[in-house]
């Protein structure tokens, strides 16, 4: 089965405290993942994709195929990166659907 | 071109009722995709267009729920009969591809009473 897995609903931490929002997936094959985000009364909007290899806003992630996971990280976090985060995959042959985790709440404090 | 557009924004209606959602891509992009976020969840696929050709349906889309794309411009969504559990917001998106970025609109939140 298809299954992408966010382990934390709410993460907080505090302004310049290292950030990782983890996720998790299941699907037999490679699939592309991606991390989208949803800031406060805005829509969701691609943050970035692991074939890109880029670094968006100060985060990066990094496909694990051994772990199945694509964990996503920032060294130092900014009150404005508070956000909803989505994981997500789309699977080779599958018209670019994607398939989302349940999303994981992060708060940055002051 | 502003982006992906949704009409209308909120929409309450009384169990039983039909409703329609309207979904405008962004020029040019053939790829329309739709999909269904209840409250504490990400969003779930429902069903995806490559221009005007209804190419799959999610087992979420029941028999009540019709999605159409003439002319492979903009695309309708209506949920006939709507129950309770139909309450969530609706989001269309569009890419250029199936390999390119999926541009989100700002959803259509339904309310069934």
């Known amino acids: 089965a298809q299954r992408v897995t966010q382990p934390e609903k709410l993460l907080s931490v505090f302004k310049g405290a290292p950030v990782e929002l983890k996720c998790n997936y299941s699907y037999s094959g490679s699939p592309e993942l991606f991390w989208y985000v949803q800031y406060s009364r805005q829509r969701l909007q691609l943050l970035l994709r692991h074939i890109s290899r880029e670094s968006i806003k100060g985060f990066t992630a990094d496909l694990n195929k051994g772990e199945t996971s694509f964990h996503l990280k920032k060294p130092f976090a900014q009150e404005e990166d508070s956000a909803m985060y989505y994981c997500a995959l789309s699977g080779h042959n599958q018209g670019g659907k994607l398939i989302f985790g349940q999303g994981t709440e992060l708060s940055v404090k002051p | 071109d502003t982006g992906v557009s949704q009409d209308p924004r909120h929409k309450i209606t009384k169990r039983g009722q039909n409703v329609t959602f309207r979904c405008d891509p962004i020029?040019?992009?053939?790829?329309l995709y739709w999909y269904r976020q209840t409250l504490g969840q990400g969003p779930e696929f429902l069903t995806y267009f490559q221009n005007e050709a209804q190419l799959e349906k999610s087992r979420l889309l029941s028999d009540r729920f019709s999605a159409e794309r003439p002319k492979g411009s903009f695309s309708t969504l209506e949920i006939q009969r709507t129950e309770q559990g139909d309450s969530a917001m609706y989001l269309c998106?569009?890419?250029?591809?199936?390999?390119?970025?999926?541009?989100f609109g700002p959803g259509t939140r339904l309310t069934v009473l």
């Open positions: 020029s040019e992009h053939n790829r």
């Open positions: 998106a569009s890419s250029l591809d199936r390999d390119r970025q999926q541009f």
